[in-house]
């Protein structure tokens, strides 16, 4: 099996001496894994970043063996945000999500187009509003649609407008961004308590249910927002 393709490097690990295994999230091919001769010389491991997009040529011998890949740079995107340790941490962990949540060699055009559109908005100085966005949309295409406005009950409290869901008798209230969607607020506390609500959803329904450990990148990336 020979094909050519683009994609998102999700994963590495060492292989043997000089190679590694890579996972990248392909335009065609869905999540694709294979070895990757001679990644550990300095002239291929400079531009190995998790996050960067690669152009692919792949090859195995069967559908049931582990291809080899000859890859090209394509377009550098992680090492521009090397110096925000925040945003650096973003892309890995984020990657990472991907990598934990799609299936192999299963074609799937959205989610690789969100990955495209994940760079868009690291630049914007609500980054992380609309990366919590950019999480409900990637959980939306697995099949897990968190859609708060159907579930959420609200109340006036001093002519403030609260969102909230009533679980094992307890009252959970809701980030009112969530549920209306707005795009644009940059209230620390309320991101944080999306984040939080986010980070509980993915844990306990996905995650958990599935055997699957959490990522310790995204510890990571949540501990350094906390700063």
Known sequence: MIWSDSGYLLSKNKFGENSIIAELFTQNHGKISGVIYGATSKKIRNYLQIGNKFHINYNSKNENRLGYLNIEIEKILTPLFFEDKRKLSCIV???????????????????????????????????????????????????YDLELKAIVSE????????????????????????????????????????????????????LRPNNISYPRSRTEFLNLIKE
């Open 93 to 143: 962990s984020s990657m990472s999500l991907v990598k934990l949540l799609t299936v192999d060699n299963q074609y799937n055009i959205k989610i690789y187009n969100l990955i495209d559109e994940f760079y868009n908005f690291l630049e914007n100085k609500n980054w992380i509003n609309k990366l919590i966005f950019w999480e409900l949309d990637l959980l939306k295409l697995i099949g």
């Open 155 to 206: 109340e006036l409290i001093d002519n403030k407008k609260f969102y909230f869901v009533i679980n094992n008798n307890e009252k959970k209230y809701i980030p009112n961004f969530l549920v209306e969607k707005n795009n644009d607020v940059i209230d620390f506390n309320q991101i944080s308590a999306g984040l939080k609500l986010i980070n509980d959803y993915l844990e306990k329904s996905i």
